[in-house]
């Protein structure tokens, strides 16, 4: 047998599993987004390109005249831009605990990244409604600032976006700390000091000096957190309900009460091509990176 048909041979069993569960659905998906939505679901196997038009526009039901989806737009506005929010709150809190456990004594990392880790044997469903109890009317937080007379009348929380970004910080927060403990740990200390014995202030030492050479872990951590922001589905459907909807619930939507099978199967290739540009701008990123050494 020759090397050529050796590693075809190999690689067989990984190319059947990625063409059977990755790429044939994704084929069904982009097949079903340019069919005619059925009269109660479903698809009529008529080719139209009415599931990817109502993307972005929608007809006037009286005149018929197109204008810009504005619904649609929100949501893809709001999707993006907590995501993005996400991503820069999980950093906030992220890198210093990161930095924290890694520059623990050895003996003692080990029980923080346990600590940290400890959220993944929860289902999110779970861990979201605990934030829930956490933010709601009549929740501890609110207890807390009555208790304490700053406030008399309990703090909306709930059902807003402010609710979703805590939510998915909270849930996705694990996403960012493991990445860049896992580059600060590799950081040589020795480098921070001789900026300090260069005179160096603080500040610029970890502009120049830290910050470098941490980048990638920071880069991968907010890829991790950004691209299941995007599509997430439990946390803003219970902490956002119908007021703070995100791209995972709309596409629930079209292939629920909505129907309309057509626009949820465009709706989700849209949301993949989101994560695609994420991806290769993180692949750019880092391809650059190591091309100017």
Not at 23 to 32: N, Q, S, T, W
Not at 97 to 113: C, G, K, S, V
Not at 197 to 220: E, F, M
Not at 273 to 291: D, I
Request: positive net charge; glycine residues 8%; aromatic residues 12%.
């Amino acid at each position: 047998m020759s090397d050529a048909s050796r590693r075809w041979g190999l690689a067989l069993p990984a190319v059947t599993v990625i063409t059977l569960f990755s790429i044939l659905p994704l084929g069904v998906v982009i097949l079903y987004s340019l069919l005619t939505p059925g009269d109660y679901g479903n698809v009529k196997w008529i080719f139209s390109g009415e599931g990817w038009f109502s993307v972005l526009f929608e007809r006037d039901m009286f005149d018929d005249t197109l204008s810009l989806s504005d619904a649609h737009m929100s949501i893809l506005l709001r999707s993006v831009g907590l995501s993005l929010a996400t991503t820069v709150l999980t950093l906030i809190f992220g890198v210093p605990t990161a930095w924290f456990i890694a520059t623990r004594p050895a003996r003692q990392r080990a029980f923080w990244l346990f600590l940290i880790t400890i959220p993944f044997w929860t289902n999110l469903l779970v861990r979201t409604i605990a934030v829930q109890e956490m933010i709601r009317a009549d929740g501890v937080f609110n207890r807390i600032l009555i208790g304490m007379g700053l406030i008399e009348v309990p703090l909306q929380m709930m059902f807003t976006n402010f609710a979703v970004l805590l939510g998915m910080a909270y849930v996705f927060l694990p996403l960012m700390v493991l990445p860049v403990y896992a580059a600060v740990e590799k950081f040589d200390f020795r480098l921070a000091e001789a900026g300090y014995d260069l005179y160096a202030s603080r500040a610029y030492c970890l502009r120049r000096v830290v910050l470098p050479l941490v980048r990638p872990g920071l880069i991968a951590g907010s890829i991790l957190v950004f691209v299941p922001s995007l599509g997430a589905y439990v946390t803003p459907r219970i902490m956002g309900g119908g007021k703070s909807m995100m791209l995972g619930n709309l596409i629930e939507m079209q292939f629920g009460q909505g129907r309309n099978w057509p626009l949820g199967a465009a709706l989700s290739i849209t949301l993949t091509l989101l994560v695609l540009v994420a991806l290769v701008w993180y692949t750019r990123l880092t391809s650059g990176r190591r091309a100017n050494g």
